[in-house]
C-alpha cells in the first residue's frame, strides 16, 4: 500500500510530521512546482527562485536519506499547475491508499487541503504543523478568555513554556521580561556593518535561475545577484555567522535605518525559518548560549528571543483566530489605490526610494523599514489594506499569507481594528529622522511642517489624526497626541489639512496587475 505524502514549498523540514513514525518502502513524497502559486499573487522574482531552488535541494536531500520522491517541475507539460491538480494525478500515478501531508500554513491551502479527499477519492490524514512553539490549539485557548490578546503576555507565557532566559525559580534572566529601554539606538558614523553569509549558486540554484528569468521575467525584483541559502546546512552556516557577528549589537541597533546598509545587524533568518530550513527553538536557543558564554548582552538576546517566540508565535496564532475575516478587514475605510512608487521607487521621499530599491534588489527590508517607513506611509495616506497586504506579500522573501498579513493588515494597517495593535502605528518624519539617515539628502526638509518642500509624513501624520479623530481621541496611548492637536489654532490646524490634501493630490496610482494578473 502505498502513502501519498504532498511536502509544500514551506515544509522544508526533515523533521516534519508527515515525514515521521512512517515506513520509507511504503511512501512516496510528493513536491509541486505549480504555476497556481508562483502567481497568485505575482511573487518577486528572487523569492520563487528561492522557494523553487530550496525544494530542489530538499528533494534531494530526502532522496541521498532513502525517500522515493517524485518531483513534478513546472514545465513538466502534464503539469496541472494547482496542488489539488497534482496531488489528484500523483495519487492515481502511485496508486495511493492513504494521503498523508501536513497543515497549509496558508488558510486559502489549507481550505484546498479539505478538498483532496474528495477529489481524489482516497483518505487523507491532515496532520498539525508542529514546527511552531505554540500549537494553535493552544493559542485559541490563550485568545479565548481575554478581551484583548496582546503580544506582550502571550510571549510572557511562551518564555514560561520553553525556559528560555529563565533563571530556575520561574523569574525572567536579569529580573526584567523586555529590555527595550536598551535598544533603539542609532549607530554611530563608521561602523564596520556584518554582513549576512551569502553563497554562490550551484548547478541546481543555476537551472533555477534559469527557469525563472524565462517564466517569470516580467515580475517585480531583480532575480539577480542570487546569493540567499537554500540549504539547511546553509540556513546553519546562516545562523552561526549572525551569531558570531551581528547578534550582539542586534538589541540597540534594532530600529536604525542606514542608506546602503540593507541588513544592518538584524538576521535575515525569516526566510530560513518560514521554508522550514531552520527551526524556531533551535534558532532562540543558539542565541541564548551565546549570552551564556558572554559572547552578547542580555538585551539583545532577549530582542531577538522574542521576536521568535514572541512575534512570530502571535502573528500566527492571531492568522488563523482573525482568518478569514482579517482577508477582507478594512476598520479605517481606507480606498486609496497603492501608489505607483512601491513599485517603480520613482519618488522623491528618500525614505521610501531607498526601501523600495533595497526590497528590489535583495527581496528585503528589515522590520523598521517595513512598519514605519512603507507600512507607516500606505496607513497615513489611507491605502486600501489589502491592496498592501497584496504588495508585501509579492516583494518579500520571507512573505506567506499567515505571517504577513497579520502584520501589515493587522499591526501595520490597523485595519482589524486593533486586535494586534493596540494603537496605530503611525509617525511623522520626526520619528524617520531620529531613526535614520534618509532625511539628510531627501528633498523634502524634514522639519518643515507643511507647504511645498516640506517633509509630506509632516502634514500627512495630522491629517490622518484629524480624520480618525472620533476612532482614537479615546484611545488612552494617544491621549497626549490629541492634546499636541487641540492647542493648534484653527488656522495650524487647516494648514496642516490642505497640505496633506494637495500632497495626496499628486500620487498616482500603480496600474493594475503588478501584484495580481487578473486585477
Ligand atoms: P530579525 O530582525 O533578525 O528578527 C528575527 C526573527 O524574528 C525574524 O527572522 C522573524 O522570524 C521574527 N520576527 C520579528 N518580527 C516579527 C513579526 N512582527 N512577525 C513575525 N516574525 C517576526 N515577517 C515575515 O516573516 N514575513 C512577512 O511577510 C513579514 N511581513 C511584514 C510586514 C510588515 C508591514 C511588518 C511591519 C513586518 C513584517 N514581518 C514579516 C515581520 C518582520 O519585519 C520580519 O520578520 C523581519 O523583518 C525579517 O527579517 P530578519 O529575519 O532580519 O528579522
Ligand atoms: C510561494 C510559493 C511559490 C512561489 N511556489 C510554490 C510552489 O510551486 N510549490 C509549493 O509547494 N509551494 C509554493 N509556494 C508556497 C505556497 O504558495 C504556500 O505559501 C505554502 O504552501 C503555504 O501554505
Ligand atoms: Fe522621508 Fe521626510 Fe525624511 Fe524625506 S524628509 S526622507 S520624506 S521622512
Keep these: 500500500m502505498t502513502i501519498l505524502i504532498p511536502v509544500l514549498g514551506d515544509q522544508l523540514s526533515p523533521a516534519l510530521a508527515s515525514l515521521r513514525d512512517i515506513d520509507r518502502d511504503r511512501a512516496v513524497v510528493l513536491m509541486m512546482e505549480v504555476w497556481d502559486e508562483a502567481t497568485y499573487v505575482r511573487h518577486h522574482q528572487k523569492k520563487i527562485a528561492l522557494i523553487f531552488a530550496a525544494m530542489r535541494h530538499f528533494a534531494e536531500e530526502l532522496r541521498s536519506d532513502g525517500w522515493t520522491v ?17 496531488v489528484a494525478r500523483a495519487a492515481t500515478r502511485h496508486a495511493a491508499r492513504a494521503i498523508r501531508t501536513v497543515a497549509g500554513g496558508e488558510y ?34 490563550w485568545a479565548q478568555g481575554r478581551r484583548e490578546q496582546r503580544m506582550e503576555y502571550f510571549y510572557r507565557d511562551m518564555r514560561r513554556r520553553t525556559g528560555l532566559l529563565m533563571t530556575g525559580d520561574g523569574k525572567p534572566a536579569g529580573g526584567k521580561w523586555n529590555y527595550d529601554q536598551d535598544n533603539r539606538q542609532t549607530p554611530p558614523r563608521g561602523l564596520n556593518y ?156 528618500r525614505c521610501l526610494a531607498e526601501s523600495v530599491d533595497q526590497t528590489k534588489r535583495e527581496a528585503y527590508a528589515h522590520h523598521i523599514q517595513r512598519l514605519m517607513v512603507l507600512g507607516n506611509f500606505a496607513l497615513l495616506a489611507g491605502v486600501d489594506p489589502q491592496a498592501v497586504s497584496d504588495w508585501f506579500l509579492v516583494v518579500y522573501f520571507d512573505a506567506y499569507e499567515w505571517v504577513e498579513m497579520p502584520n501589515v493588515v493587522g499591526m501595520s494597517q490597523f485595519a482589524d481594528g486593533g486586535a494586534i495593535a493596540s494603537k496605530p ?95
Excluded at 539617515?437 to 509624513?457: I, L, N, S
Design 425 to 519: 502605528y503611525v509617525s511623522s518624519g520626526a520619528y524617520i529622522d531620529r531613526m535614520s539617515d534618509y532625511c539628510g539628502r531627501c528633498r523634502y526638509d524634514v522639519k518643515q511642517k507643511t507647504g511645498e518642500g516640506a517633509c509630506p509624513f509632516n502634514a500627512l501624520y495630522w491629517d490622518f489624526l484629524a480624520r480618525h479623530e472620533r476612532r482614537f481621541r479615546g484611545n488612552a496611548r494617544m491621549r497626549n497626541i490629541y492634546a499636541t492637536w487641540d492647542r493648534f489654532d484653527a488656522a495650524k490646524r487647516a494648514d496642516y489639512r490642505a497640505s496633506a490634501a494637495a500632497f495626496l493630490d499628486t500620487l498616482v496610482p500603480a496600474a493594475p496587475g503588478w501584484a495580481r494578473h487578473d486585477a
Design 194 to 349: 556584518p554582513a549576512p553569509a551569502r553563497f554562490a549558486p550551484d548547478a541546481t540554484t543555476n537551472a533555477v535561475l534559469a527557469l525563472v528569468g524565462a517564466r517569470f521575467g516580467d515580475h517585480f525584483g531583480d532575480l539577480t545577484p542570487f546569493a540567499l541559502p537554500v540549504t539547511r546546512a546553509q540556513a546553519l552556516v546562516a545562523l552561526d555567522r549572525f551569531v558570531a557577528t551581528a547578534l550582539p549589537d542586534f538589541g540597540r541597533y534594532q530600529d536604525a535605518m542606514i542608506a546602503g546598509q540593507d541588513y544592518l545587524y538584524h538576521s535575515s533568518l525569516s526566510l530560513c525559518l518560514n521554508l522550514g530550513l531552520l527551526a524556531p527553538l533551535e534558532v532562540c536557543e543558539a542565541a541564548v548560549a551565546a549570552y551564556e558564554r558572554g559572547d552578547a548582552p542580555l538585551n539583545a538576546v532577549e530582542g531577538f528571543v522574542r521576536q521568535i517566540i514572541g512575534w512570530r508565535e502571535y502573528m500566527r496564532g492571531m492568522y488563523w483566530w482573525e482568518m478569514p475575516a482579517l482577508g477582507t478587514a478594512n476598520a479605517l475605510d481606507a480606498t486609496r489605490a497603492l501608489p505607483e512608487f512601491y513599485w517603480t521607487g520613482d519618488t522623491d521621499l
Design 108 to 141: 486559502r491551502v489549507r481550505r484546498m487541503q479539505d478538498d483532496w479527499a474528495a477529489r481524489t477519492g482516497v483518505p487523507v490524514e491532515i496532520l498539525e504543523d508542529d514546527r511552531f512553539v505554540c500549537p494553535l490549539p493552544d493559542f485559541y485557548a
Design 70 to 86: 517524485d518531483y513534478v517541475t513546472l514545465d513538466n507539460t502534464d503539469n496541472t499547475h494547482n496542488f489539488t491538480g497534482e
